[in-house]
């Protein structure tokens, strides 16, 4: 073999090791799972998985991590952490090391034990990856950045439904991108929304689209992996509530188990018998009533949850599907709780004029 071609088939292998050596590391997303008054839930993790777990509360541990909050170090195995025994309505900068590596840092701020006021964000319909998205996301940023320095943080997001989609082509939905795998969830939740997930956590609910009412059952267990919930207690519907003021009630309104609405119209019962806050805040997906222009109210499915709504006087129902923006009247049969519907988190609806 001539010098030249010796050379050559050197170089090829050296490249490939080159390559291999210089190969860029998965990107990490650092975000706030949960929030109370003495205590915090912080996970870490990549949206590299396609058949594996790597982010979420299932998730494959990325190596030992070392998490510094309030001067503190704490060891984790897991790709998350909860740290208890703080102080109410506190600033606590943290910072994340993965195996030597910084993999994200931010600053959550605890409750407080008693408030007479509450700011916090509401999207629906959200998880496209369009830039209708991401438009709103940074209207979202600035926002949370302009409220944290006027003094009222925004403390959580609550999420009304259809929290990742499947990819279109054409508009067409496509039977991949549902959110069933990690990697789904990069460009439709973790990267949009990075520097407020940093801060505070997003409580969600789900939506036909994050299970098999309109896409797939495999979408469902991630969706409750990814997220965390109040008192890091997955569940398709639950409560919590802030500073004494108000109670919020999630519930899942989707068709997306074959339970139906009975068991959790009997739970939401008594949990708003129960509750003694000054405000009641209850959120699902689907609309009692709606202007369109695509889907119409489901009010005669949701009779049973409105009536509850009136009966304890919950302030505000609030919902996603339509693409849009929409406040009820205050005569409806479920007065005097006001609805307010706000499913464009992606995109509005085309030809919607409300």
């Known amino acids: ?92 900068p943290y910072r994340v090391t993965v195996d030597g590596r910084v993999a994200g840092e931010g600053a959550v701020r605890t409750h407080p034990v008693s408030a007479d006021h509450l700011d916090f964000f509401v999207i629906g319909d959200y998880g496209n990856g369009s830039a209708g998205q991401y438009e ?73 689209h994050d299970g098999k009412e309109s896409e797939s059952a495999a979408d469902l267990p991630v969706q409750f992996d ?30 997306n188990t074959d339970e139906g609405l009975g068991p959790q119209t009997a739970w939401l019962g008594g949990a708003l018998a129960q509750s003694r806050a000054p405000w009641k805040i209850v959120y699902g997906h689907h609309p009692p009533f709606n202007a369109g222009p695509r889907h119409g109210g489901e009010i005669e499915r949701l009779r049973p949850i409105t009536r509850l709504l009136a009966q304890h006087r919950v302030a505000a129902y609030l919902c996603g599907h339509e693409h849009n923006f929409q406040v009820s009247a205050r005569d409806t049969e479920m007065a005097p709780t006001v609805m307010f519907l706000t499913g464009a988190g992606g995109v509005s609806r085309a030809g919607s004029d409300v």
Not at 40 to 60: H, K, P, Y
Not at 179 to 185: I, K, L, N, Y
Request: positive net charge; glycine residues 10%.
């Open 136 to 208: 709103l996301a940074r209207v979202m940023v600035r926002e949370f950045e302009r409220l944290k320095a006027a003094g009222r943080p925004v403390r959580f997001v609550l999420t009304v439904g259809d929290n990742i989609y499947a990819s279109t082509l054409f508009g067409i939905p496509l039977p991949f991108g549902t959110g069933r795998h990690d990697r789904d969830w990069e460009k439709k939740h973790f990267a949009p929304y990075e520097a407020i997930l940093r801060e505070v956590p997003f409580y969600m609910i789900l939506g036909n």
């Open 226 to 255: 990814n997220f965390f919930f109040p008192g890091n207690r997955p569940a398709r519907y639950y409560s919590f509530g802030y500073g004494n003021l108000v109670d919020f009630f999630a519930l899942d309104t989707t068709r």
């Open 1 to 92: 073999m001539s010098a030249t071609g010796k050379a050559a088939a050197l170089a090829l292998p050296l490249a490939l090791l080159l390559a291999f050596a210089t190969a860029p590391q998965p990107r990490f997303f650092t975000y706030a799972g949960d929030i109370g008054t003495d205590r915090v839930l912080i996970a870490w993790g990549t949206t590299t998985g396609l058949r594996a777990n790597t982010i979420g509360r299932e998730s494959a541990s990325h190596g030992e991590a070392i998490v510094t909050l309030n001067g503190e170090h704490r060891v984790s195995g897991r790709n998350w952490i909860e740290v208890s025994g703080l102080d109410a309505d506190t600033i606590y």
